[in-house]
């Protein structure tokens, strides 16, 4: 079993539907979350950071991590063209010099 | 959020010669900056953590000998790709990580493309 599970896609979804990105993963030990964003030849973006389960919204996107269903969430209100991207999990565990874990990432398109 | 930049965006060489590429923090101080390697369609795949003024790490089956990397300041890491060959052809991206916080800021990436 690998350490982070991210269905690769792709997700097709209409112009603002709501989108749902998901990671789970194996090792209890991971402390932080993130989620990126990634353009076509373009190097990640980091949209959402957070730290031990509960809820962070920033603007359209909301992160949610469950950890006692080592499980954690990205969702995107009012999609748009321009976030049609593939998107990473990554998290690692809490020791100073740990690197992070990533998913392979779930390409999304998003259709006007 | 932190700005980290790469240089070169893209670069075209011959088979056996080596390509450099510089990796920047542009407002913020970097004592450890990684640099991945991508395939098409593939996730990140790290080769090696470069902590400033010490030896870098690297990942099982990266050859340290093929990758050298040099961190020798608190904004610059390098990556030299040796005798570089065909199958050495791929995204190369840099990251660092911020003083004080648990996340990392991705450069916008290299292409390298071995003839």
């Known amino acids: 079993q690998k350490e982070v599970e991210q269905d690769p896609g792709p997700l097709s979804v209409p112009e603002g539907a709501i989108v749902s990105l998901n990671c789970t993963y194996s090792?209890?030990?991971?402390?932080?979350f993130m989620w990126y964003r990634q353009y076509s030849r373009k190097g990640p973006e980091l949209l959402m950071y957070?730290?031990?389960?509960g809820n962070k919204e920033d603007g359209r996107f909301t992160a949610q991590v469950d950890k006692s269903s080592k499980y954690i969430s990205l969702f995107i209100r009012d999609s748009q063209p321009s976030d049609s991207a593939t998107y990473l999990c990554?998290?690692?565990?809490?020791?100073?010099?740990?690197?992070?874990?990533f998913g392979k990432g779930t390409m999304l398109l998003v259709s006007p | 959020g932190a700005v980290v930049s790469q240089h070169p965006s893209w670069v075209i060489c011959k088979s056996g010669t080596s390509v450099k590429i510089e990796c920047r923090s542009l407002?913020?101080?970097?004592?450890?900056m990684f640099w991945y390697r991508q395939f098409p369609k593939q996730s990140l795949m790290l080769m090696a953590t470069?902590?400033?003024?010490?030896?870098?790490?690297?990942e099982q089956g990266v050859e340290k000998d093929k990758f050298l990397i040099n961190h020798a300041s608190l904004t610059l890491s390098t990556l030299t790709v040796t005798s570089a060959h065909p199958e050495d052809s791929s995204f190369y991206i840099c990251?660092?990580?911020?003083?004080?916080?648990?996340?990392?800021?991705f450069g916008p990436g290299t292409r390298l493309l071995v003839l």
């Open positions: 990251s660092a990580r911020v003083p004080r916080q648990e996340t990392q800021y």
């Open positions: 090792n209890s030990a991971f402390q932080y």
């Open positions: 957070t730290y031990s389960s």
């Open positions: 990554a998290m690692r565990v809490s020791s100073g010099y740990s690197t992070l874990t």
């Open positions: 407002d913020f101080q970097a004592t450890t």
């Open positions: 470069s902590n400033e003024g010490s030896k870098a790490t690297y």
